[in-house]
């Protein structure tokens, strides 16, 4: 990253936080000073403040095992009692937990007390289906209470849960329960998307029977919810409603170690299998209760609060799950898209049940912002008092469109960073203490330490781009990937040590600011989700028409990114299908292997790749012409003529 120096904010704009937002929020300007004063004895405060521990800790950090972090490590904690029980016992059991909107308008809304009952039954179900702490149960499943229900039942038994995202394949979802070793998948018959039932349980069955059989899988778990038709394997599969009616309603959380295991959650890396993050117990929902109760300034018996993020990320396992159920938060969760049945649907659901506190993500905003405000002008959202984005830069443009049309020109907005891998946000403003600048993610979260190095691990100057690292341990980081303890260390440590390095580009204003430039490696952001360059290349290269592919994230208005891909054809194969033809066979072709999210937007069928002369495809040059840039510096590819050539295909 050789950039000129430029300590000019891209954007001058500032905005401080309402006068009575300050007064009342949460956290004060003092945080800062506390956390830098207290160093790791900030976050066993907050540990002992936020969560109620069967057996206190004396412990706080012990990095002696780098980079394997243990926290608080010879305390014991029931993650669901956190979230459930005890708010419940504090006589909070009437409050709702859960105001669940379906698609189709259907809705229910389950107090503490309510959802607290239905854990305890779903805890009783798994144990009776044999699986006990340390198993890992695989959850494919749509937007549904049941969801919250099952991530919370697997966690208060000490299991351990995988969510897989239920727009993934039937491929990536065997792979997924394959790498961990499932013994359970929850699933349902289907779910509500665009108007439609979208099936589930067809996919998992497909995922348990290819290629002679999943090896670990013992039963699966059906929830009832497309009503849509689906097979049965009598000795394998149940139906959630009917296990669920005859399970004992009581059930008494045991204490777990805070580094039991809670979930695995898989996400792209930059070859073509995904990483099973590890994050574990008593670190975790320190830090994402944390996070949710500062960031968000959540005043839980008043606050309304909708992230809008799907459970088979991390921001739903985060800020719709364990962050918000901790801190006895009320909630929304959609099931649907947000154009259905109307494009106003979001705003009428924050409307309808006076949302407070609305988190999602850029591409969301943007695209609202492509139909106009009259859609969200014509809803009642006053209520709203603070606005959240997360998962991709955010310009100023669309920050200023959030800001004026959602938050009526007044509400602040956090501009959240954070990973899979850091398990909860690590840089953004404090609602009430930050002056806000649109388009950066602004300060490290009291008790995160950030810094962004050059190449050799030297501080870069204010103003110059750089490489985004986490310098110490922190209560939410990653413990490890699934099965992998080398690609662990050498993903995130190899290049600076004992610091953590995101694969972000960033740099930093002279206000100090910081400002987040996207990754350096072969990973896309498309819409706020993560995907890798080499896992779409693998799909493509295993169609039998292709020869060889080279995919980019190109730069796109409305998705941040989007995935490009040149690809040449065997030579038997050119000539027999028309170019869109092939092209359009190949994007159908990706989505079922890999999942809808990651269908190129564009796929070009070029007669070669440009490579240096080591053989390594040079994608920055591909991404030039995918951005219809001039191409760039060329003097490592060996033939300078395959460019002019890609360059006529695609103008
Ligand atoms: C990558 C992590 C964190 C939940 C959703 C994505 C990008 C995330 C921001 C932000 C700029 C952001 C980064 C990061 N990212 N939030 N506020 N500003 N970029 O989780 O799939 O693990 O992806 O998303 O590039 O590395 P993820």
Redesign the pocket.
């Known amino acids: 990253m050789n950039e000129k120096i430029d300590t000019s904010m891209p954007d001058e704009r500032s905005f401080a936080p309402p006068a009575d937002f300050a007064a009342n929020a949460i956290a004060q300007a003092e945080i800062y000073d506390r956390a830098q004063s207290e160093g790791v004895e900030f976050w066993a405060n907050q540990a002992r403040e936020l969560l109620h521990w069967h057996t206190p800790f004396t412990e706080t950090l012990d990095w002696s095992d780098a980079p394997v972090a243990k926290w608080f490590a010879d305390g014991a904690l029931n993650v669901s009692y956190n979230c459930l029980d005890r708010h419940v016992e504090q006589g909070r059991g009437e409050r709702v937990a859960l105001h669940w909107e379906g698609e189709p308008g259907d809705s229910v809304s389950l107090t503490y007390a309510a959802l607290t009952e239905q854990v305890k039954r779903a805890a009783n179900v798994l144990l009776s289906l044999g699986i006990r702490a340390g198993d890992r149960v695989a959850l494919y499943m749509p937007l549904i209470p049941e969801a919250v229900v099952a991530m919370l039942a697997v966690a208060r038994i000490g299991a351990i849960h995988s969510v897989v995202f239920g727009g993934f394949s039937a491929e990536s979802l065997r792979n997924r329960a394959d790498d961990a070793g499932a013994k359970l998948v929850i699933t349902a018959d289907g779910g509500y998307r665009k108007g439609g039932v979208f099936a589930l349980k067809p996919v998992v069955d497909q995922a348990l029977a290819s290629d002679g059989g999943q090896k670990t899988v013992q039963n699966v778990l059906v929830v009832r919810r497309g009503g849509n038709d689906i097979e049965w394997i009598d000795n394998r599969d149940l139906w959630w409603h009917e296990v669920m009616e005859s399970a004992s309603p009581e059930h008494e959380a045991q204490p777990f170690p805070a580094e039991q295991p809670l979930f695995i959650l898989y996400?792209s890396g930059t070859t073509g299998k995904p990483k099973g993050i590890l994050h574990t117990s008593g670190g975790y929902l320190t830090q994402a209760a944390f996070t949710h109760k500062n960031i968000f300034d959540l005043h839980a018996e008043s606050d309304i609060y909708w992230c809008t993020a799907d459970v088979g990320?991390?921001?739903g396992h985060s800020y719709v799950v364990y962050g918000p159920l901790a801190n006895g938060a009320t909630q929304v969760i959609y099931e649907g898209t947000p154009d259905t049945p109307h494009p106003g649907r979001w705003w009428e659901i924050i409307q309808k049940y006076g949302v407070t506190i609305f988190y999602t993500a850029p591409t969301a905003i943007r695209s609202f912002m492509k139909l106009g405000s009259e859609i969200p002008d014509a809803f009642d959202l006053s209520t709203l008092r603070l606005l959240g984005?997360?998962?991709?830069?955010?310009n100023p443009e669309a920050w200023m469109w959030y800001r004026d049309v959602i938050g009526a020109g007044k509400t602040p907005i956090v501009?959240?960073?954070?990973?899979?891998?850091t398990g909860a946000i690590m840089i953004s403003a404090l609602p009430g203490v930050t002056s806000l600048k649109p388009g950066s993610?602004q300060v490290a979260v009291p008790g995160i330490s950030i810094d962004i190095l050059d190449d050799d691990g030297a501080g870069v100057p204010d103003g110059t781009g750089g490489l985004l690292v986490i310098t110490e341990p922190w209560p939410s980081m990653l413990r490890g990937i699934w099965g992998d303890d080398e690609r662990f260390r050498k993903t995130y440590w190899q290049k600076f040590g004992d610091k953590y390095f995101?694969?972000?580009g960033a740099k930093r204003d002279r206000d100090g600011d910081i400002w987040?430039l996207?990754?350096v490696d072969d990973v896309m952001?498309i819409s706020?989700?993560?995907l890798s360059t080499a896992e779409i290349e693998s799909s493509l290269v295993a169609h039998p028409m292709v020869a060889e592919a080279a995919v980019v994230g190109a730069a796109d208005e409305l998705t941040g990114q989007a995935v490009v891909a040149f690809v040449i054809l065997l030579a038997s194969e050119v000539g027999k299908l028309e170019a869109a033809e092939a092209s359009a066979e190949l994007r159908t072709h990706v989505a079922q292997q890999i999942g809808a999210i990651a269908r190129p937007a564009r796929i070009f069928i070029v007669p070669e790749l440009p490579k240096t002369r080591s053989g390594k495809i040079m994608r920055r040059l591909l991404q030039d012409v995918a951005e219809g840039r001039e191409i760039g510096d060329t003097t490592t590819l060996t033939d300078q003529s395959v460019l002019n050539i890609i360059n006529a295909q695609v103008n």
Do not use: C, K, Y
């Open positions: 996400t990320w991390i921001t984005s997360v998962g991709e830069p955010i501009d959240t960073w954070w990973q899979t891998e993610a995101a694969g972000d987040l996207g990754r952001n706020g989700h993560r």
